[in-house]
């Protein structure tokens, strides 16, 4: 695992040593930064169940001004600490412990580019209906899922976009009053 692009291009990044986290894939991400590519600069930027860190230290180091990383395994929030240490990232990101749905309740209107990344076997629903309200105007939701399950979405969404990679799908969504 590697940063694809920017000023943090090429540095390895550390995956997990236990069960249980699915690292999105370098060829996946690369395809999701290629289409956000005019977004990401000076945006903030929500990763969701962030795992290994690896998405939002993509948007960081291709220019987003903040990246807020929530995740609820500890051993995978001391994992996205040791690779934004890895790359030297100072500043411009916050690793919040706890539910990704329940963080996103506190930040109405905060978010330009809201990545959600949930185990494949879960509902993203809560994430996305919390989602809808933290996301800034113009803004965008991306939802990667198993491709063989369908996301509900709550109604304040509009599904605009899939891009299938294997057994991955990217679900593009804007809320419906953008």
Same mark, same amino acid.
């Given at each position: 695992? *590697?940063?694809?692009?920017?000023?943090?291009?090429? *540095?390895?990044?550390?995956?997990?040593?236990?069960?249980?986290?699915?690292?999105?894939?370098? /060829?996946? *991400? &690369?395809?999701?930064?290629?289409?956000?590519?005019?977004?990401?600069?000076?945006?903030?930027?929500? @990763?969701?169940?962030?795992?290994?860190?690896?998405?939002?230290? &993509?948007?960081?180091?291709?220019?987003?001004?903040?990246?807020?990383?929530? &995740?609820?395994?500890?051993?995978?929030?001391?994992?996205?600490?040791?690779?934004?240490? *890895?790359?030297?990232?100072?500043?411009?990101?916050?690793?919040?412990?706890?539910?990704?749905?329940?963080?996103?309740?506190?930040?109405?209107? =905060?978010?330009?580019?809201?990545?959600?990344?949930?185990?494949?076997?879960?509902?993203?629903?809560?994430?996305?209906?919390?989602?809808?309200?933290?996301?800034?105007?113009?803004?965008?939701?991306?939802?990667?899922? =198993?491709?063989?399950?369908?996301? @509900? =979405?709550?109604?304040?969404?509009?599904?605009?976009?899939?891009? /299938?990679?294997?057994?991955?799908?990217?679900?593009?969504?804007?809320?419906?009053? =953008?």
């Amino acid at each position: 695992m *590697r940063v694809i692009s920017g000023r943090y291009r090429g *540095r390895r990044l550390k995956a997990p040593t236990w069960d249980g986290l699915r690292p999105t894939s370098d /060829k996946l *991400r &690369e395809t999701l930064f290629n289409i956000l590519a005019p977004r990401i600069a000076g945006a903030r930027v929500f @990763d969701g169940y962030a795992g290994t860190g690896a998405i939002g230290i &993509e948007a960081l180091s291709r220019g987003a001004a903040h990246v807020t990383f929530v &995740e609820q395994d500890r051993r995978a929030r001391a994992l996205i600490e040791e690779n934004v240490a *890895r790359c030297s990232v100072e500043g411009d990101y916050t690793i919040r412990g706890g539910d990704v749905a329940t963080a996103l309740s506190h930040d109405a209107g =905060a978010y330009d580019v809201i990545l959600l990344d949930p185990p494949y076997d879960s509902s993203p629903i809560s994430a996305l209906d919390a989602a809808a309200h933290a996301l800034a105007p113009g803004g965008l939701i991306v939802l990667e899922r =198993a491709t063989r399950q369908e996301p @509900d =979405a709550p109604a304040s969404l509009d599904r605009v976009r899939d891009v /299938k990679s294997g057994d991955s799908t990217l679900t593009f969504f804007r809320t419906r009053d =953008a």
